[in-house]
T-cell receptor
């Protein structure tokens, strides 16, 4: 069975440009998470979805970040415009049920120049 | 709110030697505790977890961790490490009772030296 798929794996952009990350969770997993991992830090939750509903987006910087999970399957995280401080790894995870074990994708490493 | 402290950012150890990766947490409520492992260029994988019951939990690849409530610790140990154990290890905590946000530590890079 395929794990959590993320693309692209690496992205280099100039500041003020938009960028989007895509995540396809494990089939049947209703809960989807987006995390931000800065260098030398642990993952920090940005947003959590239960099916297509964003149930916790309190840590998502809504002035420049947005996310969607249409149809409750795959999800897209967008940054517009990107800033230098957004350089980090963006991780996606999914779980079968709310509170269940989270399975992580390999992440997207973003570099903003 | 919860917090996790992993004081050792890097731990070098010779192959077949024992290792302990330290984790301390802070919380005003009961917690679940986790250790995740991240191999290079891969996502995090759950290594082991403490939810309730026996305070000593084990993984399938020889790691173990013991929940010590009085010392608010959940140190990870392995009696004999292998080259393949080289990875970054994250300790994490969440409050008990239904879904609660998981808080991760800053990670410890285990470097096994041949």
């Amino acid at each position: 069975e395929a794990g959590v798929v993320q693309s692209p794996r690496y992205k280099i952009i100039e500041k003020k440009q938009p960028v989007a990350f895509w995540c396809n969770p494990i089939s049947g997993h209703n809960t989807l998470y987006w995390y931000l991992q800065n260098l030398g830090q642990g993952p920090e939750l940005l947003i959590r979805y239960e099916n297509e509903e964003a149930v916790d987006d309190s840590q998502l910087p809504k002035d420049r970040f947005s996310a969607e999970r249409l149809k409750g399957v795959d999800s897209t995280l967008k940054i517009q415009p990107a800033e230098l401080g957004d350089s980090a790894v963006y991780l996606c995870a999914s779980s079968f049920v709310e509170g269940g074990e989270q399975f992580f994708g390999p992440g997207t490493r973003l570099t903003v120049l | 709110a919860q917090s996790v402290t992993q004081l050792d950012s890097q731990v070098p150890v010779f192959e077949e030697a024992p290792v302990e990766l330290r984790c301390n947490y802070s919380s005003s409520v009961s917690v679940y505790l986790f250790w995740y492992v991240q191999y290079p260029n891969q996502g995090l994988q759950l290594l082991l977890k403490y939810l309730s019951g026996s305070t000593l939990v084990e993984s399938i690849n020889g790691f173990e961790a013991e929940f010590n409530k009085s010392q608010t610790s959940f140190h990870l140990r392995k009696p004999s490490v292998h080259i393949s154990d080289t990875a970054e290890y994250f300790c994490a905590v969440s409050p008990t009772g239904g879904y609660q946000k998981v808080t991760f530590g800053t990670g410890t890079k285990l470097q096994v030296i041949p």
